[in-house]
């Protein structure tokens, strides 16, 4: 009986190591990309009751490019993570920031989904992790619908990933991770929505086509 009670007690531990490893191993490979602005405090934004913070990454500074109001990480500081946003809908509210996809801009490397960059002239967005894979629907390559308040909408090729886990390094600018409810829009994108560039942020909906 001893010996039994050893060998599920052995059991037991193996499973326990088995589950860290792949924890860890995620957390390792989930390396993507990028485009991120200010980075989210917990319990704020829209989907704060259905999607909850994941952790925190503590901050390490850098070569970070400025631009489109760039929000740098700061060395030390302890930034939000998230692997999921919240639920999709016919007018999904979001939070709409601009991003240059173009290389050596602010976008970090080549987009996620194809690896390129792209002309600031095309209508290409990146959505938060848990919109672009994290939540079970995989949305690369995929078009959107992206409507403001002003009404105007405009049809967005889904190209890239605005990572809500990893950042604070030079595949992502040197940002934080961005909060779970960002569509980040490339100029094409503010522009065919009306929407002056120096506001950095507004309110939007969007949806799946």
């Not at 994941?54 to 901050?59: N, Q, R």
């Not at 961005?178 to 309110?203: H, M, Q, R, Y």
Request: aromatic share 4%.
């Amino acid at each position: 009986m001893a010996s039994c009670m050893k060998l599920l007690v052995l059991l037991a531990l193996v499973q326990v190591l088995l589950s860290l490893h792949v924890q860890v191993s995620e957390a390792t490979t989930n390396k993507h990309h990028h485009h991120h602005h200010k980075p989210e405090e917990p319990g704020s934004g829209s989907g704060s009751g259905t999607c909850r913070l994941s952790g925190h990454l503590h901050g390490k500074a850098g070569n970070c490019k400025k631009l489109h109001g760039s929000d740098c990480c700061q060395e030390g500081h302890k930034y939000p993570q998230f692997r999921c946003s919240p639920p999709v809908s016919a007018r999904t509210p979001a939070t709409l920031t601009l991003n240059s996809f173009e290389k050596g801009k602010d976008g970090g490397g080549p987009s996620e989904c194809d690896n390129r960059y792209h002309k600031d002239s095309e209508t290409v967005v990146a959505l938060s992790s848990g919109w672009l894979r994290l939540d079970g629907t995989r949305r690369c390559g995929q078009t959107v619908r992206v409507t403001a308040t002003n009404g105007r909408s405009v049809l967005a090729r889904v190209v890239d990933e605005c990572d809500s886990v990893n950042g604070c390094d030079e595949e992502h600018n040197f940002e934080p991770p961005c909060p779970n409810d960002v569509v980040d829009g490339s100029p094409a994108v503010w522009k065919a929505l009306g929407i002056k560039e120096s506001l950095g942020e507004v309110k939007v909906t969007w949806s799946d086509v």
